[in-house]
């Protein structure tokens, strides 16, 4: 009888140059794969099997070259020249994007063999996959995967490993700008009114996006240290974001964590308090008065959070998103992004004409105005026709000799004219 072959030692099959190796691993959301290894010796096939495995914990036992894979070279370049040189919150963003499209997407290829006609297909994928809502890539979203890819394949170039940047000789499919998405204000208000009503934390996090227009990373890593009732003013300098997880044996590739940063430095603001804002936020602070007596120590103060769970801990993005969803359901509100609840907040200031783009950037924390108003320009049009008008004085002498037009209803009718 063969020997039972212990759990992740793998299995062997002769083929007629040498040996082919496979071997399981979990994928980051969990799932069993198989990785296969070719070699003359059953030696050699270990040793390529365990090279690869200390790869995915970060440990690289030889130089980068060109004849890896793209998968061995980004996550290479993850660890070599992403984690510590950049904002934590980019570690993040180059992470999920390295995983969910670039590894899966041209992972196979070898780096010196990858071409720009490969990325250009590559793209073009990206820009018609879709995701579980069966909606498409965002055009965002794909300059995001082109701009870690161009980082990555410039990093190679520089050191050698490739004779050119692929990335540059490819392009980014075209695709059409789409405009925020708002709530009408009927559907704000019966939304708002509904979680009042409810009273729960997670209908009081709503009405404090929509009051507030903050992202909701701000929001769900917002402590009351940052709360000023005194002062009526909430300081925004901080937000939850999911890091990379530093512990190479979990099996959670992220971690929640509070980042000290927003999303730039323009983002760091402080927000007068609405005095019906203000009264949500007491009310959330009464609601977390029982919770904090009866768990004692074992109730997380120190996170100090706003937004927390019971036990004061985080409160995660996607069971938020969750409970959103089954509340809209209820009211029968069609579903919007949770993000939609920050452009519903910016689209009320502009429609109130109260407020000039520059006054709005600064309250959205935006890093420039011109984000601000390519954003929102289409729910400015009356704004925009009152600016206008206000020029007029400039070109008043251009149309002093210009006949006055006959009043429409001075005009002989049709009937006068004849046949």
């Known amino acids: 009888m063969a020997k039972r072959r ?20 979990q994928d980051n959301s969990g799932k069993t794969k198989y990785k296969y290894f070719w070699a003359k010796t059953k030696e050699e096939c270990l040793e390529r099997a365990a090279t690869w495995r200390n790869e995915q914990d ?3 036992t030889q130089d980068a070259n060109g004849n890896w894979t793209i998968e061995q070279y980004a996550n290479y370049w993850y660890d070599n020249y992403v984690v510590g040189k950049v904002k934590i919150t980019t570690q993040s963003d180059d992470r999920s994007i390295l995983d969910a499209h670039i590894i899966s997407g041209i992972g196979q290829y070898r780096l010196n063999k990858i071409t720009g006609q490969a990325l250009n297909r590559f793209y073009i994928r990206c820009a018609n996959k879709t995701n579980a809502k ?3 890539l965002s055009p965002k979203t794909i300059k995001n995967i082109y701009t ?7 990093c190679a170039y520089k050191n050698d490993l490739i ?4 990335n540059e000789k490819a392009e980014l499919p075209k695709r059409h700008k789409t405009f925020a998405t708002t709530l009408l204000p009927e559907e704000a208000e019966k939304l708002a009114k509904s979680c009042i009503k409810s009273g729960t934390t997670m209908d009081y996090l709503i009405v404090f996006l929509l009051c507030t227009g903050v992202r909701l990373g701000e929001a769900l890593g917002l ?5 000023n009732f005194d002062k009526e003013e909430i300081r925004i300098d901080q937000q939850l974001q999911a890091v990379p997880n530093t512990d190479k044996s979990s099996k959670r590739k992220f971690q929640l964590q509070i980042i000290k940063s927003t999303k730039t430095r323009h983002s760091n603001r402080t927000l007068p308090m609405l005095e019906d804002v203000m009264q949500v936020l007491k009310k959330v602070k009464r609601k977390q008065a029982p919770n904090l007596l009866r768990l ?31 509340k809209l359901n209820e009211l029968g509100i069609e579903h919007f992004r949770i993000h939609d609840l920050r452009h519903s907040y910016a689209t009320r200031l502009f429609e109130s004409g ?27 049009p009356e704004k925009l026709r009152k600016e206008i008008k206000k020029s007029s004085f400039i070109f008043k002498g251009y149309f002093n000799d210009i006949e006055k037009e006959i009043p429409e209803e001075m005009l002989p009718q049709q009937d006068d004219w004849g046949a």
Not at 223 to 227: A, E, F, I, L, N
Not at 302 to 311: I, T
């Open 134 to 136: 069966g909606e498409k």
């Open 58 to 60: 970060g440990i690289y």
């Open 296 to 326: 004692g120590t074992e109730y997380r103060r120190d996170l100090d959070l706003v937004f927390a769970k019971n036990d004061g801990y985080f409160i995660c993005d996607t069971v938020f998103r969750k409970y959103l969803n089954n």
């Open 223 to 227: 402590q009351w240290s940052k709360v």
């Open 163 to 166: 004779p050119c940047n692929p």
């Open 6 to 25: 212990r759990n992740g030692e793998g299995c062997f099959s002769k083929n007629g140059n040498g040996f082919d190796y496979r071997i399981s691993y």
């Open 148 to 154: 870690v890819a161009n980082r990555m394949f410039k």
């Open 354 to 380: 109260q407020y000039e783009a520059k006054t709005v950037s600064q309250i959205m924390g935006h890093s420039c105005v011109g984000i601000t108003l390519d954003t929102y320009t289409h729910v400015m």
